[in-house]
T-cell receptor, first 112, second 116 residues
Framework: KAGVTQTPRYLIKTRGQQVTLSCSPI?????VSWYQQTPGQGLQFLFE???????NKGNFPGRFSGRQFSNSRSEMNVSTLELGDSALYLC???????????FGNGTRLTVT | KNQVEQSPQSLIILEGKNCTLQ??????????LRWYKQDTGRGPVSLTI?????NTKSNGRYTATLDADTKQSSLHITASQLSDSASYIC???????????????FGKGTKLSVIP
């Protein structure tokens, strides 16, 4: 069974630009969640989707948004990028809410 | 406020030795506690998940314990191998009854280095 796939693996953007990251969950998993990971803050929850509906949202500004499609694939978008948005963005899928998370290997975003 | 504290922040041990990582939490209402292993440059991988009624759970050389009364968990690694070098993250799930969902609180992890 294929794992969680995130694309692209690496991304370099300039301040003020926007970026879209993609996540394909494990087949059959309907819950997809996104996380930001930085050395100082660890893993921080961004949002969670289940069957195309956002069920939970973390404490991030409105520049961070996401969506889930009918095939459970998900995208997250960050607009007006800031230097502080440089991080590893991880996507995870699970069979149902509150079951073990299966993480992708992340997208490393660098904002210059 | 829900919090998860892990100790130590980092640890260096010799190959073949055992070690124990700690996780203290102030999360309620408690649903479950999870341990993940994250290799450098990779996403975290689930090691164990324990509910309120489970005191111990093993996954190969990894054994997690949970004391729900003191709100403490530990991850014990037996006969360490070089491949155990990674960050170990403790995650606690709380029931978010108002939203009918669950909230995860992440520790900042313990970075383990196993040296030959």
């Amino acid at each position: 069974k294929a794992g969680v796939t995130q694309t692209p693996r690496y991304l370099i953007k300039t301040r003020g630009q926007q970026v879209t990251l993609s996540c394909s969950p494990i087949s059959g998993h309907r819950s997809v969640s996104w996380y930001q990971q930085t050395p100082g803050q660890g893993l921080q929850f961004l949002f969670e989707y289940f069957s195309e509906t956002q069920r939970n949202k973390g404490n991030f500004p409105g520049r961070f948004s996401g969506r889930q499609f009918s095939n459970s694939r998900s995208e997250m978008n960050v607009s007006t990028l800031e230097l502080g948005d440089s991080a590893l963005y991880l996507c995870a899928s699970s069979l149902q809410v509150n079951s073990p998370l299966h993480f992708g290997n992340g997208t490393r975003l660098t904002v210059t | 406020k829900n919090q998860v504290e892990q100790s130590p922040q980092s640890l260096i041990i010799l190959e073949g030795k055992n070690c124990t990582l700690q996780c203290n939490y102030t999360v309620s209402p408690f649903s479950n506690l999870r341990w993940y292993k994250q290799d450098t440059g990779r996403g975290p991988v689930s090691l164990t998940i324990m509910t309120f009624s489970e005191n111990t759970k093993s996954n190969g050389r990894y054994t997690a314990t949970l004391d729900a009364d003191t709100k403490q968990s530990s991850l014990h690694i037996t006969a360490s191998q070089l491949s155990d070098s990674a960050s170990y993250i403790c995650v606690v799930s709380a029931i978010n009854s108002g939203a009918g969902s669950y909230q995860l609180t992440f520790g900042k992890g313990t970075k383990l280095s196993v040296i030959p």
